[in-house]
Structures are given as C-alpha cells and as structure tokens.
C-alpha cells in the first residue's frame, strides 16, 4: 500500500495541470512493433506500467502492433495485451496489414476486429485501418471502413457531440484517401485526431483540426521505451509522455477544446489531366463495397474480379452490369484464374475455389493449410497455387482432384508465378526463390538474395522470363536475372538512377523486359541480351512509385499503373506518352487491355473502370 501512495504521489505533479477537471486519462500505446528485438519487454512493461496506475481508465494501441503481420507476431501481441486490467481498443497499422500472411484477416480474428467505436464519459472514439492491405504503396483507409464509418456516423447522429479520430497515419496525402475520411468528420465536433507511425511526440493540424503523432512504444536507442498518457479536461486535452516504471514527463502537447473548426475548401485530388484526352471514354464504372486488390480476367464477355469482402463476381465487359456472385470465406487478394469453362480463386479462408464460368456456381473447392493470398498459376490443364503454410500444390482444374505438392517453401508467397519451360517460378518473403517442376512439383533449384531482412524478399514481383533467363525485381532495388535450368546469377544489378522495385513486365513479343522505378519511369532492356542493355527510359514522369502492378503491352502500347489512381498509356517502341487517365486517387492494381479498344483496371477503393480508347 505504500509503495502505491508513493507510485501516485510522484506521478501527480506531472499531471497535475487540469487535475482538478479532468474528465478522464487513458493511454495511448503505439508502433509497439512485436517481432523486433525488444519488442516484448517494451511492450510487457508499458502493460505492467499501465495496470499499476488506476487514474488510466483505458488503453488505445494505434497501430503498428507487430513487425511483419505474422500469425506469431499477433498472437504473442494479443497474450501480452491481454494482461492489462482495463479496457483496451486496438487498429492495425502498415506493418500489420502489407505483409500479412492471412490476408488481414488474422489481425481480426486474434484481436476481434480492425476497427473500433466505443463512448466514454461523453466522448465518441472512433478508430479506423490505414492499410496499405496486402499491396505496398501510400497509406489508405480500406474501402470496407469507409462504408464501415458510414455507419458509425450514422449510428452516433449528434453532430455536436465530441470525437476523437484515431488512426495509424497522419491524416494527410500520406493517406490516398485521407479525404474519404476527413470530408466524412466534416460539420463533426471532432476534439483531436491520434496517430501513430512516425515513432515521435509532434503537434499537427489538418484541415484544421488538431493532430497529435505519440511515440513508438519501442526504446531505440533508449534505456526503456514509453507511451503517452491523454488527459482530457474541460477545457483541453493534454499528452504526457510516461516512461515505464520510472517517471511521466511534464506536458509536451496541449489541444485546446475550443477555437477550432475545418477550413473551407481544403485541396482535393484533381481529375483536368483527363480533359488533355478527350478521346479516352469511360464505358463503366463499379464500386465495390470492399477493396480490390487483385488484378481482373475477361472471358465469356465477362470480367471476373474478386474483392476483400470476400466476393468472386462477374460483370458483363459491354454494361458492367453484374452476372453473378460468389461469396468466399476470407478477403480475397487473387487474379482470376480463367481455364475453359471453370475459374480458380484462391481465397485467404484457406480454400481454393473453382466456379464455372458461366453461372459462378461452385464446381469444387479444397482446403489447404493457410490463408492463401497469391494467384494461380495454370500449365495445362493445372491450377497452380503457392501458399502461405509453406506448400505449392496443383489441382486439375476440372475434377478438382490434387496433382502433386512440394512443401519446401520459406515465408508465405504473394505472387503470381510464371510457368516457363515446364517450370514454376516464383518468389516467397523468405528471401527465396523457387522453380519447381510443373508436371510433378520437384524442386529444380532454389535461388537466395542474401539478405537478411526478409522485406527485402522477391515476394510481389510477378516475375518474367525468356531465351533461358528469368527476370525478377524487389524492394531491395536489384534487377536480378537467373539462368531458368540451373538458378545460376546471370547478371544482378542496382541502379541508384533507376531504382526497380516489385512492378515488371514482359512484351507481346517477348523482345524487350520493362520496369517501373521508384523515381516514377518505366525502362525497357533487352530480353536477348545476356548483360543489362537498356533501350529506353520513358520520359513520361508518374512521381514517386512504389506500388507492385505488373506492366502490360499489346498492340504497341504499354499500359503501366500509377499509385494514386493513373492509368498511362506509352508507345512500347520509345516509352513516349500515348495518354494518360485517372480514374481514383488510389493504387492501381493493373491495367488490362482487352480486343483493339477496351482497356480495364481496379484500384485498391474497390473501383472497376472500363475505359474505351478512341482511334
């Protein structure tokens, strides 16, 4: 008991500014980063720290809970959570959603959900994902808590009553869609908006409304790590910053409660680039309720897309109007699979669907280890599908009846994998690359980048390959090409001018190999040259990209995805600009010509776009 008096007599004077009209504390935990070296002793102390001080009323973790997303990381992250003696709300941030083994979904499943709404003494919290789901790029609420949001808002209808946004990004254009949000709290009495994920204490405003970035729970170069303890009084909130086990630092942050409002007319994405080509036409539309993230299929006079609400459906590729749907067990994140008359998803509920065509009735499933968050790949008459339990398997596609597995994968696959030669190849984010025997699934050799950071892993790319050679590019920013029969390193080359990431493609005559860079160009070397030749370097600039969307060429242009909702359009013979549209202000996942005129693309808000070109 004296211990205790002592612990609260010695915490009070830091938080004693409004401690006569404080309506509540709570703490605020962030970037705690589990799988990290002393991540679990950061986090156990904050939680032992925060269960000894009653004034805490509850705990909101912002973000960033675990390193890589994994089913371990969140499970350790949950037992040690699980600890505190109040109650605590929790959203994932880009750690835990880009590289996901389960498709995102194990974030909900281990903590109950991604999102959270809850009243406290008067106040609304509401708390949303910041992805970027599954596909690297900016920051951007998932279309599902938009729609999500919608209803909270309508649910909590006091416009007058006061709100604290909470989410793991600054609500800037750090966020593709930080507008989707913001114009929503519009005309809200929003108090404060919480982040997390620049790891420091720093004052904001957007649009506005007050900001506030809290620290990483991770001690860095520091004795111990630490959080934020958020007192919100009449008259202000204020963010202390408190070291575990040691002291709570005087005030660094105070958010008056009052004297605020949003200004008028803050910048929004702009759409005149299209009006530079008139001749670009919108056939249709589609939003979907969920994010897309996956690339598309035309066949039947359809296009057959997926979405992370966990549907498989068809559209009719003239209107747009919807065929049929198909309601999977998971988030999906897989390109259709088009072989005849059936269509193969894999889906990270851990099955592998097969519908038919025409009606998207399902023809046969089979359940694997996993969630599954890559695309199949066919030869023959076999869907081949790498995982996230270390398996690649292959079905026959028309009796659903299994073919072979090899079972020697390290880290989970997100590819699509290139079948060349009777050989599988791809990559997993375990630093490897694989190529596997089409017919049979035995090994044919295993290649390693070296690296130790496993995010560095050849793991997005869809890879290329020709003459013998197989083309593959990561975010460690090589261009690496290996000899298909052997693995042997052919060349392995980093331009710091021109710095490839996971976006590749290959010509409709298997002559030039292309490459989006960060630095917003798309290159093209020779496919027949056994050393690095470059060609041409497009002078069409789309900005930064990091973004991981194949390239693709037909009829003598080059379609490449943008990361902020552009579709470019360039001659494959010098990269020279043709036209250019933009149709979202989010990820494009691909861009899909399909016949002479009709090009199709999805962006990760759950946009499908037809688009038809002019002559």
């Known amino acids: 008991m004296k211990k205790l008096l002592f612990f609260l007599i010695a915490i009070l004077p830091a938080l004693?500014?409004?401690a006569q009209d404080t309506l509540f504390r709570f703490a605020l935990v962030t970037d705690t980063h589990i799988g990290v070296q002393t991540a679990q002793e950061d986090l156990e102390r904050t939680v032992n720290d925060i269960n000894l001080q009653p004034q805490i009323e509850f705990v909101v973790f912002s973000g960033d809970v675990t390193e890589f997303g994994s089913d371990e990381e969140l499970q350790l992250a949950k037992s040690?959570?699980?600890?505190?003696?109040?109650?605590?709300?929790?959203i994932p941030g880009n750690h835990d959603t880009k590289w996901s083994e389960s498709g995102c979904n194990s974030f909900r499943?281990?903590?109950?959900?991604?999102?959270?709404?809850?009243?406290?003494?008067g106040y609304l919290f509401i708390g949303t994902n910041c992805g970027p789901n599954m596909r690297m790029g900016p920051g951007q609420v998932p279309r599902e808590n938009i729609v999500w949001l919608d209803g909270q808002l309508k649910k909590y209808k006091n416009p007058q009553q006061p709100l604290i946004y909470i989410n793991h990004y600054p609500q800037d254009e750090g966020l593709n869609n930080w507008y989707d949000v913001l114009d929503r709290l519009r005309g809200r009495n929003v108090k404060a908006m919480i982040c997390g994920h620049g790891h420091a204490n720093k004052a904001f405003s957007w649009e506005g409304i007050p900001g506030v970035m809290c620290r990483s729970n991770l001690r860095a170069k520091a004795a111990?790590?630490?959080y934020n303890i958020v007192s919100v009084s009449g008259g202000a909130i204020t963010f202390n910053e408190r070291t575990p086990g040691r002291e709570t630092l005087p005030a660094w942050h105070t958010v008056a409660l009052e004297g605020h409002s949003w200004i008028p007319n803050p910048p929004r994405p702009s759409y005149a680039m299209n009006d530079s080509f008139p001749s670009i036409k919108v056939k249709w539309t589609i939003q979907e309720a969920g994010d897309m993230g996956s690339a598309l299929a035309a066949a039947g006079g359809m296009v057959i897309y997926t979405n992370t609400n966990g549907d498989i459906k068809a559209?009719?590729?003239q209107t747009g109007k919807p065929r049929w749907k198909f309601a999977a067990g998971g988030k999906i994140y897989a390109t259709p699979l088009v072989y005849g008359q059936y269509v193969v998803v894999p889906c990270t509920d851990g099955f592998v669907y097969c519908l038919h065509l025409k009606n998207g009735k399902l023809a046969w499933k089979q359940q694997t280890g996993k969630a599954i968050?890559?695309?199949?790949?066919?030869?023959?008459?076999?869907?081949i599908v790498a995982g996230s339990d270390g398996h690649c398997r292959a079905w026959d596609i028309p009796s659903g009846r299994q073919q072979w597995d090899y079972d020697g994968i390290k880290g989970f696959v997100e590819t699509k994998p290139f079948i060349y030669q009777g050989k599988v190849l791809f990559g997993s984010w375990g630093n490897q690359f694989y190529a596997l025997d089409a017919s049979t699934g035995r090994e044919a050799w295993t290649w390693s980048n070296g690296a130790s950071n496993r995010m560095f892993s050849p793991a997005a790319v869809w890879p290329v390959a020709y003459e013998g050679r197989a083309w593959l590019v990561s975010p460690d920013k090589?261009?690496?090409?290996?000899?298909?029969?052997t693995g042997r390193e052919i060349w392995r080359y980093r331009d710091s001018l021109n710095s490839v990431r996971e976006s590749m493609g290959i010509s409709a005559d298997s002559l030039r190999i292309y490459a989006k860079t960060m630095q917003g160009n798309i290159i093209a070397l020779n496919a027949r040259s056994g050393q690095r030749e470059l060609l041409w370097k497009s002078p069409v600039e789309m900005g930064y990209e990091i973004c991981p969307s194949p390239v693709n060429e037909r009829g003598n242009i080059l379609y490449a995805a943008g990361q902020s909702g552009v579709i470019y359009a360039l001659s494959s013979k010098d990269g020279q600009l043709v036209w250019k549209h933009k149709f979202s202000n989010c990820l494009v996942n691909t861009v899909q010509p399909v016949g002479k005129k009709l090009v199709l693309a999805s962006s990760m808000d759950g946009k499908l776009v037809c688009i038809e070109q002019g002559q």
């Open 16 to 18: 004693s500014g409004h």
């Open 224 to 226: 111990t790590g630490g």
């Open 478 to 485: 090589y261009m690496t090409v290996l000899d298909t029969e």
């Open 315 to 317: 559209a009719d590729l």
């Open 80 to 90: 040690i959570i699980s600890r505190l003696n109040k109650p605590w709300y929790i």
């Open 373 to 383: 968050v890559s695309s199949a790949a066919l030869h023959g008459r076999l869907a």
């Open 109 to 121: 499943t281990v903590f109950g959900n991604e999102t959270f709404s809850f009243e406290h003494k």
